[in-house]
């Protein structure tokens, strides 16, 4: 279930991953360790055989409902499904379940199946004992999954403090004729290691998924108290260890931020950021712990739902590194902006980033389409920065900026002129076309990106801030300075030292920041008092 919810937080808008998916994996790796479950018996001639397939074609038990009531039971299969990894698996899992509820099935997705999955947990049943198909040795049927019944009435904090964990029925169901009762029990026990974690199935499952985390480990509950076992929740001990892993995320979270937008070549992982490290298990997730600066009304919260704030807000796609700065208030400021900080857009801010992005987009398409050959900054690839650049923008409008004086690196240039700044598409494409200001020296192609412009940006509010672009030489950094120069002395000339109105944005690639001294010195710069 852990492991479950560490996935599904990973892939987010990308699919789910149901518990009869990873059951059903577990299925066809306990089938390779006791390949005896694959057996099936058979009369050739008269004569009994032991049918013994070096494959597996897993058939899917689908509980069908049809008008007026009525249901139906549907067993289609996942054919080769042992040779498959649990991405492939998840995948054709998903599109033989897709068949089945558009009606979309041909027989050749019910010929040979070596061994039946059926899941009647779904609906509330505990176990299960389905009945033998001709030519199959083995149906796997599972139950609900719960806290054993007799826990069903009880509180889930005492739960929690007593380490109950929630509970699944497996049954298999298999002939006798082919298959020894003690070979059952070895593949039963299989299925449970696999599914606690064993022979690594969790590693094979997250590197097949692409998911850069270290799956939750199965470890025995730790008590602190031995004189009073149910008050291991509010220990001492493990109330320090929850204070200390919820500031070793703040200060070593972005360390395992999902940063690489390739996909990391290793998993993410440091000690420090595992609750094993601090003394904690999975059993500690559900019990409750004091953790006074954390955003809401709440003081007491449950290990999982302060880890999931923190990994939510440090761990994702965004690295947040700040618990060096010396002044708290600096400190608080940023904290309070980045935990428990919806990112949920609304619709009407997704349509207009998408509008936003599209427009982006094409302009780089029919730059490429039109003008083949020509040297071209292209920002394909990092488009978002213009629906970024709009949000700054817009945002800056309402809270009473009136100019914004902006550095802007070669790539994306013309993408941030034509869309931003209102540069209008003509006089674009008259520079590509070779139609160079005569007064120009020198010029060479990619003349057009270094020279500045200035323009109005009408953000949805209705509202218009000035934007001036400094042209900037092919050292694109040493612009840095002067843009900050200009916003000053606009500041101080046009508005009379009111530093609200004027705002100065500098654009760089990442390489800048990395290896320009001009871009340091210049953030330096801003703490100079003059």
């Known amino acids: 279930e852990e492991n479950r919810r560490v996935i599904n937080g990973f892939l987010a808008q990308r699919g789910k991953v149901s518990f009869t998916h990873l059951i059903g994996y577990a299925i066809l790796r306990a089938l390779e360790a006791i390949p005896v479950m694959k057996s099936s018996f058979a009369e050739v001639d008269g004569q009994p055989h032991v049918v013994r397939p070096e494959g597996v074609n897993l058939g899917l038990a689908v509980d069908v409902e049809k008008e ?15 040779d498959m990894d649990f991405a492939e698996f998840w995948a054709a899992y998903e599109d033989v379940i897709r068949k089945v509820r558009t009606n979309k099935l041909t027989p050749d997705d019910f010929r040979g199946t070596t061994v039946t999955l059926t899941n009647p947990g779904t609906i509330g049943t505990q176990l299960s004992v389905p009945r033998l198909m001709p030519r199959q040795g083995l149906i796997v049927a599972t139950g609900r999954i719960g806290y054993p019944s007799e826990y069903q009435g009880a509180n889930p904090a005492t739960l929690a403090q007593l380490g109950v964990g929630k509970v699944i029925g497996v049954t298999s169901t298999y002939d006798h004729r082919v298959i020894q009762g003690a070979e ?12 606690l974690g064993g022979d690594g199935f969790y590693d094979e499952v997250f590197a097949s998924l692409g998911v850069p985390y270290e799956p939750v480990r199965w470890t025995q509950d730790r008590g602190t108290n031995a004189a009073s076992p149910a008050s291991t929740d509010g220990s001492e001990e493990k109330q320090a260890a929850v204070l200390r892993l919820a500031n070793m995320y703040r200060v070593r979270g972005h360390l395992i931020a999902n940063l690489d937008p390739l996909g990391p070549d290793e998993v993410l992982h440091h000690p420090e950021l595992d609750p094993e490290f601090h003394g904690l298990t999975m059993w500690d997730l559900d019990r409750e ?26 761990c994702r796609t965004i690295g947040i590194e700040y618990m060096h700065i010396q002044e708290p208030d600096q400190k608080r400021w940023i904290q309070e902006r980045a935990e428990g900080v919806s990112r949920e857009l609304s619709v009407e801010d997704k349509r207009h980033v998408l509008e936003r992005l599209n427009a982006a987009e094409v302009f780089e398409r029919f730059l490429h389409t039109k ?61 590509f076309e070779g139609d160079i200001d005569p007064q120009t020296v020198q010029g060479s192609g990619d003349v057009k990106y270094h020279v500045g412009a200035s323009g109005k940006f009408t953000g949805r509010n209705g509202k218009t801030v000035t934007v001036e672009l400094a042209s900037n030489p092919s050292h694109l950094e040493a612009v840095d300075p002067v843009v900050e120069g200009m916003a000053r002395a606009t500041q101080d000339w046009s508005f009379e030292q009111d530093r609200s109105k004027v705002l100065p944005v500098l654009v760089h690639g990442d390489a800048a920041f990395a290896g320009e001294g001009v871009v340091a010195e210049t953030l330096s710069m801003s703490a100079l008092p003059g």
């Open 68 to 82: 007026g009531g009525a249901r139906s039971l549907l067993v289609p299969n996942i054919r080769g499904a042992s």
């Open 289 to 314: 712990f004091f953790v006074d600066d954390l955003p809401g009304e709440t003081r007491k919260r449950t290990l999982r739902e302060i880890l999931d704030l923190l990994r939510e807000t440090y």
């Open 184 to 195: 059952s029990g070895l593949f039963l026990a299989k299925i449970e290691d696999l599914l």
């Open 371 to 431: 003008y083949v050959g020509h040297r071209r900054y292209s920002l394909e690839g990092a488009e978002s920065l213009i629906p970024m650049l709009d949000v700054l923008f817009e945002d800056a409008s309402t809270d009473g900026v009136e100019q914004v004086v902006m550095g802007m690196a070669h790539r994306g240039r013309l993408n941030a002129l034509v869309n931003l700044i209102g540069k209008s598409y003509s006089k674009i494409f008259r520079e």
